[in-house]
Structure formats: C-alpha cells, structure tokens
C-alpha cells in the first residue's frame, strides 16, 4: 500500500490513546474482540452477533462510516483502496461519558439483573472518551484525503440499524459461566485501568507534559470511582491519591526529595481548598504540569550521587557556606574529586553554578522587591555587597542598581 507509514501512524496516535484498531475482513470479523469481549461475557445471543456482523460487511468503497451501537459506543470503520477486501475499525470510544442513570436505562433495556451493573460501569469505565471537537477526528478525515486523493473523492456517512436498536435482548446468564466469565473479565479491565495508568506515570517520569496529559484526557469520569455521596469530596480524595502518584513518578524521574516536597505540601493545601468538581478537575490537570516541569528542571538521573548531594545543597540554602571545600567536607571527600567530578557531569565548575544560582535569586529579589542591595546580597549568601556587585555586573552585564531601574522602566 502506498499509505502503509500513514496507515501506521494513524493507528499509533490512537494507541497513545487506548482506542483501539483493528484490520479485518468481511469474512474474518474479530467480532469477540471489537467491544473488548463485553458482549461475549454477557453473551446476547448469535442474533445480537449477526446483526453487527452484517453492518461490518456492509462497506462502501470511498466511505468513512460512523456507527454507534446500543450501548452509545462509537466507531469508524472503511474499506482500505488497493486492497481485497480489507477494512479498518477504530473504536470503541464515547463522545459523551453516560452518567449513573443513563447506566441504569442501558441495563433495564439489556434487560440485565442489578447484580451485573458494577460489570456494565466498568464496561463504560474502560471506554475512552473522545469529545466531538477532538483533533483526533481531524486526523481521520486527512487520512481519507491522503488514501482516496482528496476531500471530494470520499464521504462520511452515519450508519444506524432501526431494527436492532428497537430489539428485545434477553441475555443467556448462566451462574457457571457468568462466574468463569467474570471473574476473566474482571482482570482483563482491572490490568488494563493499570497499564493505562502506569503509562501516563511513566510520562510524568520523563517529564513529557503532553504525552501525561493526552493520557488523563482519555480517562473519562466515571474511572473515578463514587465512594462517597459528596462528589466534591470525593474527587479531592483521588486529588490526593494523585499527588502522591505522582510524587512517587517525580522521584522516580530523578528528583530529589527535596524540591518534591515543597510541590507536594503545596498542593495537600490546595486540594483542601477545591469548592468544585471543575475546580477538581483543573488542579489535576495542573498537578501533571508542576510534576512534569519538576522533572525537566530538577532531575538528576544522570548525575552521580556526590553531585546529587552537593547540588541538592546548594539549592536548598544559597546562605549557607558553599565553598568547594564546605560541600567536599560535608560529603567526606577531597576538594578536588568533588570538583573534577562536578565540572564533568555539570559542564560547569562548582563556583559557577552557585553563583549561578546566587545571580537568579538577586535578580528575581531586585525585580519584585524594594530590599535594599545589602540586604539582598545577604539572602544570596554574598555578606560582601562589593563582590556580589562583581559577581552579578560579571554575570548580568550591569550593576544591580542598573538592573533594578531596567526592570522598573
């Protein structure tokens, strides 16, 4: 196919995230596999089967159908040119996340006992939602424009099936086989919630803010689970179930402790204070930020423990005494190990990098405060305001009393 890299890319985006897709033939549907076994486990009968079947097979050349079945799940499916017989389905995804009643109507018209609808919310919880602005459909269509050359060579077009959405269903339940059946199922989704979530994680790990937050956005609501009456409260919990995850992937990203916890004690106060289910919903997308940002700015990963420690430090008091000596003494080594060592993993000496350190707290100190220039020598560690003057025209290109005028102009 001359559209094979597309075609891959296009299934990758959609792996990143979790819709599935499929490749298939009119005559080898994976039809146990299109709703992630659901309808298997419930076992609705060959009719039920059949039908879906015969709307798959029912391709059109230069179409991009769209189909939602009855249980408000969506799909894409077309006929792939240059092949025989070949068909590509993405989906299950939801554009709207049902809430608790609209569940409860879906189960009283599958006609399912009360004991299965914690099965029909984790069905719902394992779907992800894709909202009807999302770029995601933006790529589909230029994916026709590419394979059938251009915009007026193809259409969209809306499938429905009258006759099944008006159907009686009358579910096979079988005690044996519901709880062999289940119990398979179950873990399927409790292992795939997990891997979902461990990749989202691993983002924050590697600092990738966009790749975290393409994850959470997939999530959609009703993953958090309603262990409470009070939704505010209840999402303040997973608040703080997040912050604590996401602590955790922060030091696992390589940063120290140290600045984790004055983000982490930042936000405990923070979730606190949310008055909203928005207002809960906004601090989560922000906790992935901070995090990420964390690891970009702070991650030693690939710094040895001496210089871990020795830049740790130095961070956490620029008043302190930070002479090569001091933190060489502090970590029971030679002055000139610390040193080599600092300069080949840094690419810059010891002394540069805390007056490095020592020049962006005055500036930020001359920029938003009336302190008097002593004074702000003092909080960068500097008791001598002649050398800090040296240290920061070195640095800076000019006095702190001309930077200070500069940033008030």
Known sequence: MFYDAELQFL???????????????????????IDKGFRKFMDFGTDFEEAHKKILSSLEQNTIFEYKDVFSCSYMF???PEEDDLALLIGPYILEVPTRKQILE???????PPSMLGDLE?????????????????????????????SENFRFKELKDE??????????????????EKSAWNVQMIETRYDFENEMLNAVTQGQYQKAVLFLSNINSLSFEKRLADPVRNLKNYCI????????????????????DRVSSDFAMKIEQINSTAAAHEL??????????LVR??????????????????????TANLTLNSLASMQNLSPSYLSALFSQETGQTLTEYVNQKRVKLAMRLLATTKLQIQTIAQHCGILDVHYFSKVFKKAVGMTPKQYRESQQK
């Open 11 to 33: 299934r990758n985006v959609f792996k990143k995230c979790h819709v599935q897709t499929l490749l298939f033939s009119s005559d080898n549907i994976p039809y146990d596999r």
């Open 78 to 80: 077309m006929l792939l």
């Open 106 to 112: 879906h189960a009283e018209k599958m006609n399912l």
């Open 122 to 150: 984790s069905f719902y919880q394992s779907i992800p939602h894709i909202p009807q602005n999302s770029h995601l459909f933006a790529l589909v269509d230029s994916f026709g424009e590419l394979i059938w050359n251009g």
């Open 163 to 180: 006759k099944l959405e008006q159907a009686s269903f009358a579910p096979n339940i079988k005690k044996d086989k519901v709880d062999t």
């Open 241 to 260: 179930i997040t912050n604590t995850l996401l602590r955790k992937a922060a030091q696992n990203g390589g940063v120290h402790p140290f600045y984790i």
């Open 284 to 293: 989560m997308y922000d906790m992935f930020r901070v995090y990420c940002r």
């Open 297 to 318: 700015k702070h991650t030693m990963k690939h710094y040895s423990p001496p210089v871990q420690r020795a830049i740790t430090t130095i961070d956490s008091d620029l």
